[in-house]
């Protein structure tokens, strides 16, 4: 698996060239770029399969790389520090990420997930870049798969999530349902900033679609759907939905 690193900090590089040796053998790292420039350069020369790309850089950050380059044939799994925007924008259109400092499982876990899933699209990739340059996570397109096929919604569009496992099922208001392979913490950590409400371990609600909440203790959807509150959760559930 022939891979670049893209920071324009050479400890940090080194250090995820020294992990990778550890954690993920299998990954070359053929070359370091620690800016724009160096990385077109590289990219070009080597053709990765998969480019470790850091978001902050002076001078050009990553998403200006991935600008220029306008479609890319390799995966990106993008390092960052606590940039929230970036992180949702990422979060949003289904791509991969890690936090600094990086650990050794998640890397490992990064890696796996790169084998095990195809590159991301033109579509894909251009819907990323849309996303970062969106104002807010209000604005942002969630990026769901079905097929082969992407597709970008509108989060307003989403009545609830349910999980499965380690997957999650999110249903439309249109009643498409989408299996995505994130859990529902993944979505409970993006989508609780634009009104959703975890109801209970196995569901969360988007409260513009939320009718009321009954006596038995289930949140009645506009659709007529009835999702359980969790007994520990009904007065906060209560108090959020009365605000």
């Known amino acids: 698996m022939r891979a670049v690193i893209v ?14 040796e550890r954690h993920a053998p299998e990954v070359k790292v053929l070359a370091e770029a620690s800016s724009v420039a160096e990385a077109l350069t590289a990219i070009d020369l080597y053709a990765p399969d998969v480019v470790f790309l ?10 200006d790389l991935l600008r220029k380059l306008g479609t890319w044939t390799f995966d990106v799994i993008f390092i960052t520090g606590s940039q929230h925007h970036a992180i949702q924008a990422i979060r949003f259109s289904a791509l991969d990420y890690l936090m600094k400092p990086v650990l050794g499982d998640e890397l490992r876990a990064a890696v796996d997930r790169h084998v095990a899933k195809r590159a991301s699209g033109p579509d894909q990739q251009k819907q990323l870049l849309e996303n970062i340059a969106q104002p807010d996570e209000r ?3 969630l990026t769901l798969t079905s097929g082969d096929r992407s597709y970008f919604v509108d989060p307003a569009e989403v ?32 989508l609780t900033p634009l009104g959703f409400l975890r109801t ?26 009835r999702v359980e509150v969790a007994s520990r959760r009904r007065e906060d559930v209560a108090r959020a939905l009365s605000a």
């Not at 099922?169 to 349902?177: S, T």
């Not at 939320?210 to 506009?222: E, K, M, P, T, W």
Request: hydrophobic share 35%; charged share 30%; aromatic share 8%.
């Open 200 to 225: 209970h371990r196995s569901y969360l609600v988007n409260r513009a679609h939320v009718d009321h909440l009954d006596r038995s203790g289930f949140v009645v959807l506009s659709n007529g759907k």
């Open 54 to 63: 850091d978001v902050q850089m002076p001078g050009g950050d990553g998403f």
């Open 159 to 190: 009545v609830w999530c349910e999980a499965d496992v380690n997957y999650t099922n999110l249903h439309l208001k249109d009643e498409r349902r989408f299996v995505s392979a994130r859990t529902l913490k993944d979505y409970e950590d993006m």
């Open 139 to 141: 604005t942002m397109k």
């Open 7 to 20: 920071d324009d900090e050479q400890e940090a590089r080194h250090v995820l060239r020294v992990m990778l």
